[in-house]
């Protein structure tokens, strides 16, 4: 979390009466009293720890909107009591089941026309699954006030990309010799290749399903050691919720800049490698789709490339959580920012009186 600090207002020091000399004497010099003493640097002002919400030299006040605003931009929306309550309203709403359950019936009924004109089943499902999920997405942007954690997600790996590189290529030769030795395997491009666009987005859908479970089963025990050292109210409901989101959503980040990363490889070493006569032979066709700006590209080569980057980024998943040294670089940075959040909680809510 950036070290920007929500402003704050310093106490007005009033009239000090023993600063007048008495009637009829030589003046005298004026002793400095002790509001004239500079201030004394403490905790708060420590350079990298910014100041707490609501905390005023030591004395509780009333929170602004700038300590609201906060919480919000470093990817915490729901430390917010009042973002926090509306966002459990729009969970309880009655219409939330009602609108999930019409956007499946709808999408499901534009993936049958659609899977019935272009003779491909598997689109239908697929439909299915893509634009219910980006409705359940849409909702939490909007209605639960959830955007701001993946903005906040979003600016915290691209200010950590010189962090991330390091950590990569420890995983990266492995992987890509493992991936490549599968990518120029007869088998796999016959598998790829031969997979209708509905079922190979389902096994996208699929590997990054399991991605996210994974996550979700081992990112709470690095939760459980964020603010130990700090003397906080415990954290539970959509307040643990958003700390969990936080982290999940910048592990996301970074899994889905490295398969990206490996799609762009295949199309461009398979660009340069294999030509029509190969591809035909490995996909076991008779001629194959190739696109018009490039002679070795085709849609076979982009599905296998497809098919391979999904793999690369569950397989960098199960390594981020489970490697030892990656996870201290990683979850110690991370955990750092997060407890200097708990902590500007408690000072938070003691203003509030909460």
Same mark, same amino acid.
């Given at each position: 979390m950036s070290e920007e600090q929500p402003p704050t207002v310093p106490f007005a020091a009033g009239p000090d009466q023993s600063d007048r000399p008495d009637q009829g004497q030589p003046d005298q010099p004026r002793q400095p009293d002790q509001s @004239? #003493?500079?201030?004394?640097? @403490? #905790?708060?002002?420590?350079p990298g720890r910014p100041a707490?919400? %609501?905390? !005023? *030299? %030591?004395?509780? *006040? &009333?929170?602004?909107?700038?300590?609201d605003r906060w919480f919000v931009e470093h990817g915490l929306p729901w430390f917010v009591p009042e973002r926090r309550e509306r966002a459990h309203r729009a969970l309880r709403d009655p219409?939330? !089941?009602v609108g999930l359950v019409g956007v499946a019936l709808l999408s499901l009924l534009g993936g049958i026309a659609l899977a019935w004109l272009a003779g491909t089943p598997s689109l239908a499902p697929a439909s299915l699954l893509t634009v219910t999920g980006l409705a359940a997405a849409a909702y939490a942007g909007t209605k639960l006030g959830a955007w701001p954690i993946a903005r906040w997600a979003g600016r915290h790996t691209l200010r950590s990309l010189h962090l991330l590189l390091p950590l990569v290529t420890r995983a990266l030769p492995l992987l890509l010799l493992f991936i490549t030795f599968l990518f120029i395997n007869a088998e796999v491009w016959q598998l790829s290749a031969n997979l209708d666009g509905g079922v190979l987005w389902l096994t996208v859908l699929m590997f990054a399903a399991i991605a996210v479970v994974f996550l979700l089963a081992r990112l709470p025990e690095e939760l459980d050691r964020v603010g130990d050292q700090v003397d906080a109210p415990q954290? $539970? %409901?959509?307040?643990r919720a958003n700390l969990v989101l936080v982290l999940m959503v910048a592990q996301a980040v970074q899994v889905l800049l490295l398969a990206l990363s490996v799609f762009g490889f295949f199309m461009v070493f398979g660009g340069l490698v294999m030509t029509h006569g190969v591809q035909e032979a490995w996909t076991g066709q @008779?001629?194959?789709? &190739?696109l018009p700006w490039a002679d070795n590209l085709s849609v076979e080569l982009v599905q296998v490339s497809v098919f391979l980057a999904a793999f690369s980024g569950l397989y960098f998943t199960v390594y981020a959580v489970t490697d030892e040294t990656y996870r201290e670089q990683f979850f110690t940075e991370i955990k750092a920012e997060l407890d200097r959040?708990? $902590?500007? *909680?408690?000072?938070?809510? &003691?203003?509030? %009186? @909460?």
């Open positions: @004239d #003493q500079p201030r004394q640097p @403490d #905790q708060r002002d420590q707490q919400p %609501g905390l !005023l *030299r %030591g004395r509780p *006040r &009333a929170t602004s909107p700038e300590d219409r939330l !089941l954290i $539970s %409901g959509l307040e @008779d001629s194959i789709s &190739a959040a708990v $902590s500007s *909680r408690a000072t938070y809510l &003691a203003a509030r %009186g @909460d």
